[in-house]
Structures are given as C-alpha cells and as structure tokens.
C-alpha cells in the first residue's frame, strides 16, 4: 500500500460509517459533484469515463442479439402518458412536467421522460402493420428524470443516465424469450465484467414494473449488506399494445395485438462497482470495465534515461491493446502510488534507474496489493495473465462475501433476529400474500422481497409470517 496517506485520510473506514466512506470515495476520486439543480449530478471525467466502457461493453451484447440504437424524444404529452392506467399511477408521483414553453401556457402539459414506453407505443402504433415489420429490437441510451425526494450520488438522482430497450413480437412466446435473452445479458456482463456476483429471479407483484406483466431482476449485495436492483427486465405481453392499438395483420390475415418487452441497465452500477470492490483506499476497477487498466509510474524521474525507457514501455503496452497511461507529474512516487490506488486502476508498473540496469519492471496489483517482479521484455505478454488474474480474484472476493451474507430463516422470531445481529440476505418461504409481504418487510425493519429465484429451495411448508401454505422461497434484504 502507499506510503503516503493524504488520500486515505480523507476517507471514512468503510466499516465505521459505509455511507460516508461512499461519499468520500466518490469525492475523492473525482467522479461526479452535485451541480446548482438539486438532486442531479455533474458526471467528471473519471467517472463519466467507467459509463462508456458501460455503455461499449454492453452496446456490443445488444447488438450481437440484433438490436438497434434510437432515439426518441425527451418530452412526452401528458395525455399520452396517461393512457396505461397502471404505468402512470406507478409513474405520477416521480414525473417532472413543462407547463410553459418560451413566454406561453402550453396547450398541454408535457412530461419529462421518467421511461419511454409510451413513446414507443404511439410509435409503433403508427408504423406497425404486418407480422412482416415485426419483430422491432430497439435501444436507447439516454437521460431520465424522476423526481426523487432524497438523492445520493449514482445511486439515486432526479436525472440519470441509462439504457432503455424496447421491443415488440408477434408472440407472447417471442416477447418472454427475449425478456429472458436480455436479464441473461445483464447477468453475464456484471458478473463477468463487473466481477460483481449477483442473485437473479422474478419480482413479486407488488414490486414489479408498472404495467407488466412479470418483472425479472438481477440483485447486487454491497459491502453494508444491502441490496442494489442492478437491472431489470419486463415482461409486457401485450397490455400496452391493447391501450395503444399496436395491431398487425399475422399470417392468417387476422389483426392480433403486438407483445412487448422493455429492459434497462442506470449508472447506479457504477455505485455498485463502488460499494462491492471499493476499500479504504479508494476506488478498486475490474480490468475488463476500468478505463485504464494501468498505470506506468517512473521512480527517480530526473534521472538519465528513466523517462525515454517508461515511455517506451507505455506505447508497447497500449500498442498490445491495454488501456495505460503514465504519471510523469512532478509529485513523490508514494503520492502517484497513493493516487492510483483512490482511482481504482488496477495495476500500477514502477520503473526506475535499478529497474532498468536489472531489465525487470514492478508490477503491483490493486485488488491485493501484492508486488510482482516481471521481465522488461515479457510485460506485454505477462500483464494480461496478472489483469485476468485481477478480474477473476475480484469475482471470487466478491462472491465468498455474498455467499457467507446469505442466510435462511423459518420463524419470523428467527429472521428477525438475524437482521438485528447481521448484515446480508435471508432465504425464507412466502405464501404469495401482499399483506404478508409487507408485514414481513414492517417488522425486519425494511427488508423487503428482493426476488423469487428460479432455482427455489424448499425450506418449510409453510409461510413465514402467517403460517399458511407457502408458494414460494424469496430473498429478503433490505436495499438502496
């Protein structure tokens, strides 16, 4: 670890206080500040810059599976957004609205897009005409607006940045399968990407997306404990083509109603990479997301001949396709070691005048801070095998804590206890009860329904709270 701290005094132990440990991590390393609107952030560079390789990593699965990238617009008439009963009554308290344009009243009111599925709907409404057009396989990347009451950087804001899909089919049949296509994308991009270990399933009911039909989710455990919804796919089938008339003539000639989809991924990841790798020296980024996977740092600078060599290592590295940069600013080694460490990338190779006269580079590991020795002339061929190494050792961590926080309970004295004395998810049986649902959620203190797993276990026969017959096994949690 660096030796010196002015860094790692700024930030707060994770372990004494995690909320303000996040906060500082996020100051410290520079990734977003709060901007003069309340509750919408100002992206900085290094942070805006784990968002592309986001958005380039992600972008390419999409299109892998045939989907195309649009754009709709940012506005949508309030008449229009009104037409799905369920969507805007789950919608209304969080939509922002225009009510006046320049110096006149609109003649309608126009809401600022908190999700673009009426959009697309009176859209394909008009375009839609033969089973010929369909399927349609759309994205967007864009901003949202949703009027929260309380923001935290990422993970909560009144503006955020996110992908949102769309598409329609001819079948239910079609429509579920990709619902099921794009939560799988999700679940191999975070894990393998993001070297984040994640529980997946369906919503219950009452914490499905307004207005579909069935909501499959991926579920994050952070350092605290706590659950992130860290994306989401909806099943819709076809209640939003029957309030917007999206018909098409299928093979027989007959008018049938389209089945829909939608899916969407925020930069509240970016809050997951954070609170699941992050330590009480920064930022710690997965190679395969971070934006520089390395960092040549030259010791002893001044010296005749360290800069040309440091120089010459950094273009083979980036010429073998490794994202790597170097700090030649004129600072202590330990404050440019300290600073590699709060930004999270991965590696760091110091090179200086010994280095040189023994051929031979240190390469140290941000995930576990360990130093190792590598031949000058083999480091293009070495430092993918030490980022791989990186990558897997972080999912490992990472997933040895989720699975050590999971627990199960068949009493609610039992569950309830457990809460109280730790932190992580339980598994317990749930006869299908709303009222349950929220009682078990009242008395844990906010640990609500995070999914129902596709592999359920069978812990009991009975409902954990009322005792009747249960239908299901759920992760409880409480969640951000």
Known sequence: MAKDKKFVQNITSRDVDFAQWYTDVVKEAKLCDYSSVKGCLIYEPNGYAIWEMVQKNLDARFKETGVQNVYLPVFIPESLLQKEADHVEGFAPEVATVTRGGFEDLEENLCVRPTSEVLFCDHWQKTIKSYRDLPKLYN???????????????????EFLWQEGHTIHATAKEAEERTQMMLNIYYDFVTKDLAIPLICGRKTDSEKFAGAEATYTIEAMMHDGKALQSGTSHFFGDGFAEAFGIKFLNKDNELECVNQTSWGLSTRIIGAIIMVHGDDSGLVLPPRIAPIQARVIPIAQHKEGVLDR????????????????????????????CEQEMLGIPVRIEIGPKDIEAGQVVVARRDNFEKIVVDIDKLEVELPKILDDVQENMYDKAKDFMDSHIDTAVTMDEMIKKFNVQRGFIKAMWCGSEECEEAIKHETGGAGSRCIPFDEEHLSDTCIYCGKTAKHMVYWGKSY
């Open 140 to 158: 967007q990347w864009c901003s949202v607006v949703r009027w929260e009451k309380t923001t935290r950087p990422f993970l909560r804001s009144r």
């Open 310 to 337: 440091a120089y010459e290592l950094l273009n083979k590295l980036q010429a073998s396709g490794i994202r790597a940069d170097i700090d030649v600013a004129e600072k202590t080694p330990g404050w440019k070691f």
